[in-house]
């Protein structure tokens, strides 16, 4: 079965620095996009941040531009999201996630197509 299980969240002061991981399994992962997606109590989920699997490329929500990086290791089937100078605003339970039904290899234009997620892992960042 397909897995993906995120891992790395915790407290933070601000400022501060996290890694998050997403092992996956079940699935042919160098072949599939990987995407990071976050949501806050009370807010919508949202896209964080992409990497492509073939070509490298990332996308990255404005918000965290320049301060999270995301970065994939395709013989351990890991995709990682490194999160420098953190802030109160990125508080939230942070999901990876797989476009799995379009066999895709680039970043998905829409959550909707993320048809695999993991089960979350929460990041707090306090002030």
């Known amino acids: 079965e397909v897995q993906l299980v995120e891992s790395g969240g915790g407290l933070v002061q601000a400022g501060g620095s996290l890694r998050l991981s997403c092992a996956a399994s079940g699935f042919t992962f160098d072949d599939y996009a990987i995407g990071w997606f976050r949501q806050a109590p009370g807010k919508e989920r949202e896209g964080v941040s992409c990497i492509s699997s073939s070509d490298g490329r990332t996308y990255y929500a404005d918000s965290v531009k320049g301060r999270f990086t995301i970065s994939r290791d395709n013989a351990e089937n890991t995709v990682y999201l490194q999160m420098n100078s953190l802030e109160p605003e990125d508080t939230a339970v942070y999901y990876c996630?797989?476009?799995?039904?379009?066999?895709?290899?680039?970043?998905?234009?829409?959550?909707?197509?993320?048809?695999?997620w993991g089960q979350g892992t929460q990041v707090t960042v306090s002030s």
């Open positions: 996630a797989a476009p799995l039904s379009l066999y895709g290899s680039i970043c998905p234009g829409s959550m909707m197509e993320y048809d695999h």
